[in-house]
């Protein structure tokens, strides 16, 4: 039996064109801000798409329109990382599951629109049932892909586990910056602190000088997706007693 640390990965060979794929505007930033912003910075052409209005994203109702709201606190999160406005394919927040075909079709035409060399989508084992929606789309949709996309798969609930670790200490300040960007979010839950502490405990078995903060993803290749993605998926129903 051997160590099965996640392996700290260069940067490097990472290309563009980059898809992201978020149910929610903040799901991307949370869960692979530091990445983004690596990649613009790289002058990597990225395409981020949020698939919901976000509109269950106001439980006190503080805000008179959260969906306006949220549009625009994604829009500058973004902007922050150095990355493009967002595509709005404004599906009713919650839903997704019920949405399933349409929402897989939506994330074909996307990859084979955008070709990209470097996906972000959910992982199965995320416990919010729009993020697993997404995971799912993008796992059956993953024929549209180029043979040689690297599909890194991030969390918000969970973070996935083993798979491969980058180092994002140099951007993680405009990250947490963007995280700043979702004052409706932040009323609620602290997502520039709770991420942060997500990114150093990512990094704790890294014996490597100067690497403070990383990100953690599934890392597969196009092929892998639909299959690692039952096996993953199975895993978390039993784990988490989930009968559907």
Known sequence: MKHLFSPLLPRDPLQGPVLALAAHPDDE???????????????????????????????????????????????????????????????????????????????????????????YSFHAGEAHRDHRAIAAATAAAARALPAACRCLLYGVNFTPPGGTLFDVTDVFPRCHRALHAYASQNAYIDLPGMSEHRCRAAVVNVDVPGVLYGEQFLDLAPHELASVHRLQEAFFRVVQREDA
């Open 29 to 119: 930033v949370i869960g692979a801000g530091g990445m983004l912003a690596w990649h613009a910075l790289r002058g990597h052409a990225v395409v981020v798409v949020h698939a919901t209005d976000g509109a269950k994203g106001d439980p006190g109702a503080r805000e008179h329109d959260i969906r306006a709201v949220r549009r625009r606190e994604g829009e500058e999160a973004l902007a922050r990382l150095g990355v493009g406005a967002p595509r709005h394919w404004d599906l009713p927040d919650g839903e997704l599951p019920e949405r399933l075909s349409d929402l897989t079709a939506r994330i074909e035409a996307v990859m084979q629109e955008v070709r990209p060399r470097t996906l």
